[in-house]
């Protein structure tokens, strides 16, 4: 069974930083793509990141230059940097994993950026 686990979300004040990680497990074959969607409160979920199993990346408008997607394939590990947090930025942080097999969500992490 797929699992996607992130991990890293909290509270920090404007201006702060917070990295986020999401890991896989149950799965061996090579990933396709990982991305990092949010959801604030009274919003849809929308598009934060992606990254290509081979490393090339798509940020939305809003948080490009702030924020860094990586992966390490070898852990089946993402990671999001944010920097330059702003209250908007708040919301729940969800990790996408897609394989060949299918599309696979982790549950979840909360960030909060105070004013």
């Known amino acids: 069974q797929v699992q996607l686990v992130e991990s890293g979300g909290g509270l920090v004040q404007a201006g702060g930083s917070l990295r986020l990680s999401c890991a896989a497990s149950g799965i061996s074959s090579s990933i396709n793509l990982m991305g990092w969607y949010r959801q604030a409160p009274g919003k849809r979920r929308e598009f934060v990141a992606i990254i290509s199993g081979d490393g090339n990346t798509q940020y939305a408008s809003s948080v490009k230059d702030r924020f860094t997607i990586s992966i390490d394939n070898a852990k089946s590990t993402a990671t999001l940097q944010m920097n330059s947090l702003k209250p908007e930025d708040t919301a729940v942080y969800y990790c996408?994993?897609?394989?060949?097999?299918?599309?696979?969500w982790g549950q979840g992490t909360q960030v909060t950026v105070s004013s």
């Open positions: 996408n994993g897609r394989w060949d097999v299918g599309s696979y």
